[in-house]
């Protein structure tokens, strides 16, 4: 079986980014399919040294091709990037074409990839909604004819899928609050391939940690009249957390976010390039923690999505406990000592209480609860039996 996988690896050249796409890759490959990495999103490329976009591919197509051999077996000979003026890297233009023509499964995830001609000729091509309520927001405006016209694109988009899966569980609930736009939501969860992840000693004495974009979304989704907005609109909620808790609490931190009044509530906040610039500098990061406190956006949390992020499964996988916000992910992963839901200040202090009473516990249920729920292999298979492959 052949499946090509889009993403943002090239265009986005940091670790996070590139471990939230490309263990796709390795949970498809380690169910025995031929896979293919594409990435044409028609943008400019960001450049992380110098914090800009550069309609240049190269630098992060190389990034890509590094990761790339890093994870796979013959990675090299596995991916193509389309630089904005159609440029192809990578594999060629005729390559590209048989790869997709010949493809059982197009796993557009993030709706990232233009579905140009040459790219349709898969059995099956699927749309992950890996940002619920925003998809579904352009949709939702479209459809009452009150889109911008870059949005009722991006709608039209969507819309040419076969089949949509989302990773907020809880769409189509009748307590989440996220429009269907009259589509039918797969549930899904990010795939994450465990030997990528080994448990390691925790630090003698750490932080727990998180790794956040501060504000990244200038157009807010609004559904039913209410605008909700992202981390920075949570994290204000729980800006004293540190002066309730003995625990050190850091964050690495991209974006325009308010870090002289973060430090002085007691926030240990670092530059987020500086701990995932690379594939093993996120890794090294994420195991040298104690583990990890985390908001989500307003977005996810506001409208009961049962968003679940890659960054916290990945946590999960080295052992590493993981005390977050909940967006209603509590009803669907397997909370307990390595994996704690909180709504306020008073349940975020308890659940870090909680963790540090029996830490060895906690981390060895936070690998189990990786195991259980987000095992790469798991994932991917089960994206192919909804998918009806």
Known sequence: MRVVVTGLVATYPVGGVAWDYLQYLQGFDALGCEVIYLEDTGQWFYDPAARTFTPDARAGAAYLASAMRQLLPRGDERWAVRSADGTLLGLDEASVTRACAGADLFLNLSGACWLRDGYRGARVTAYVDTDPCYSQAKLAATDAGVAERAVARSAGLIRKHDVF?????????????????????????????????????????????????????????????????????????????????????????????????????????????????????????????????????????????????????????????????????????????????????????????????????????????????????????????????
């Open 165 to 389: 899966f989302t990773l907020g569980e809880q769409v189509g609930q009748p307590d989440c609050a996220v429009p269907t736009a009259g589509l039918r939501w797969l549930p899904t969860r990010q795939p994450v391939f465990l030997s990528n992840w080994p448990v390691t000693p925790p630090p003698a004495r750490g932080a727990f940690t998180t790794v956040l974009s501060w504000s990244i979304n200038p157009t807010p989704p609004v559904v039913g009249g209410r605008s909700y907005g992202g981390k920075d609109v949570e994290f204000a909620r729980f800006l004293d957390l540190p002066r309730r808790t003995p625990e050190r609490l850091q964050a690495a931190i991209s974006g325009d976010a308010p870090r002289d009044r973060l430090a002085a509530a007691g926030w240990s906040v670092i530059d987020a390039h500086g701990v995932s610039a690379t594939l093993d500098d996120y890794r090294h990061y994420l195991q040298t923690s104690l583990g990890e406190w985390s908001v989500a956006k307003n977005a996810y949390v506001a409208t009961r999505s049962g968003w679940f992020s890659t960054r916290s499964a990945v946590y999960l996988a080295s052992g590493r406990p993981a005390v977050l916000q909940d967006t209603g992910f509590s009803s669907h992963v397997t909370t307990g000592p390595g994996l704690h839901a909180f709504s306020t200040p008073e349940e975020a202090v308890a659940a870090l209480a909680a963790v540090r009473a029996d830490y060895p516990a906690a981390c060895e249920h936070a690998r189990a609860v990786a195991e259980e729920c987000f095992r790469a292999e798991d994932v991917c298979a089960r994206l192919l039996a909804d998918a009806g492959l």
